[in-house]
């Protein structure tokens, strides 16, 4: 489990009796994840096009869902960057100001997950959190 802290210490409370590495995830798990973070793209072409109408608007609609908590995770994590910055400035008024825990949907977050030091576990949580994931997805097999 992270000892660290990334702004995502409600999502790690909820499963904090369950440690898990995204390298040992079985392959269902690995599956299902990859679909909410990939969307159809962890299909060949001919499942694709084999797959019935509902089920890809489906998973292109659990993908796009997927890829707005992606980018809501990453705000709050370089939110909890800056603010650690801007606190350093505690006399300041503006500096005050500038600390902020909003997230706006609308704005893209365009860092790298690698750039923000969010890894493949956190993501599993938070999509856990959210609710992409099955809340019994560590015990899936």
Known sequence: MRT?????LSDYQLYADQRFTYTKLNPKQHFLFKRVLHGLNVYA?????TMSP????????VWRRGQGEVNILKQKVSNE????IFSIFNNSQLAKNMITDEVDPKYINRFT??????NY?????????????PHNFLQLK
């Open 81 to 84: 960057f800056t603010n650690s």
């Open 45 to 49: 072409e001919e499942e694709v096009r």
């Open 121 to 133: 576990d956190h993501l599993i949580v938070h999509f856990m959190h959210a609710g992409l994931l």
């Open 4 to 8: 660290y802290y990334k702004g995502i």
């Open 54 to 61: 509902s089920k890809r608007n489906r998973i292109k609609k």
């Open 113 to 118: 997950l690698k750039q923000l030091g969010i």
